[in-house]
T-cell receptor, first 112, second 113 residues
Framework: EDKVVQSPLSLVVHEGDTVTLNCSYE??????LLWYKQEKKAPTFLFML????IEKKSGRLSSILDKKELFSILNITATQTGDSAVYLC????????????FGGGTRLMVKP | KAGVTQTPRYLIKTRGQQVTLSCSPI?????VSWYQQTPGQGLQFLFE???????NKGNFPGRFSGRQFSNSRSEMNVSTLELGDSALYLC????????????FGPGTRLTVL
């Protein structure tokens, strides 16, 4: 059974801080790893990673995947209050079609 | 381009009743997946439909079922509701069945009393 573990469970920082969120996984036949941001309702897509060592970047957010050590990190630099959300990591495997297995999420609170 | 839409947004039912939730994917997207989100279990995969066929099913009882229509709209049905079915039900669509980039709808908040 595929498994995704995210850490920390929650995090409180101040505006301007840099944060690193962690995601480790166990997947039988890895296909991809995805990061989502969930504020009130719908998770919004951030990144999809399939190859090790290639950083994906979008503004202040970046993510990288290590397929050897089976983890990914999501970095947020110069955090803003609008970054407050739950960040979800999910993996898919080639044996299970398009099913995503999600981690429990990291709840980030950015204080002014 | 309109996003994924789900109706209704909120629903209150009592135990034993049944419920039908609807999801309209992004225009052109043919794959629709359903997820249940609860505080205790997080986001869990229910099933996926592509071209009106169920492609994959999660570990949920047979009370949970779904279908997809020729216009890619999907419905999920939960029969004989239990208190534990109270959750946020999220629908996600993707362009191709081989693409993992899923886009989520706002969800339907189901409360079972």
């Amino acid at each position: 059974e595929d498994k995704v573990v995210q850490s920390p469970l929650s995090l409180v920082v101040h505006e301007g801080d840099t944060v690193t969120l962690n995601c480790s996984y166990e997947v039988t036949n890895f296909r991809s790893l995805l990061w989502y941001k969930q504020e009130k309702k719908a998770p919004t897509f951030l990144f999809m990673l399939t190859s090790s060592g290639i950083e994906k970047k979008s503004g202040r957010l970046s993510s990288i995947l290590d397929k050897k050590e089976l983890f990914s990190i999501l970095n947020i630099t110069a955090t803003q209050t609008g970054d407050s959300a739950v960040y979800l990591c999910a993996v898919s495997n080639n044996n299970a079609g398009n099913m995503l297995t999600f981690g429990g999420g990291t709840r980030l609170m950015v204080k002014p | 381009k309109a996003g994924v839409t789900q109706t209704p947004r909120y629903l209150i039912k009592t135990r034993g009743q049944q419920v039908t939730l609807s999801c309209s994917p992004i225009s052109g997207h043919r794959s629709v997946s359903w997820y249940q989100q609860t505080p205790g279990q997080g986001l869990q995969f229910l099933f996926e439909y592509f071209s009106e066929t169920q492609r994959n099913k999660g570990n949920f009882p047979g009370r949970f079922s779904g279908r997809q229509f020729s216009n890619s709209r999907s419905e999920m049905n939960v029969s004989t509701l239990e208190l534990g079915d109270s959750a946020l039900y999220l629908c996600a669509s993707r362009y191709l069945s081989t693409s993992n980039e899923q886009f989520f709808g706002p969800g339907t908040r189901l409360t079972v009393l």
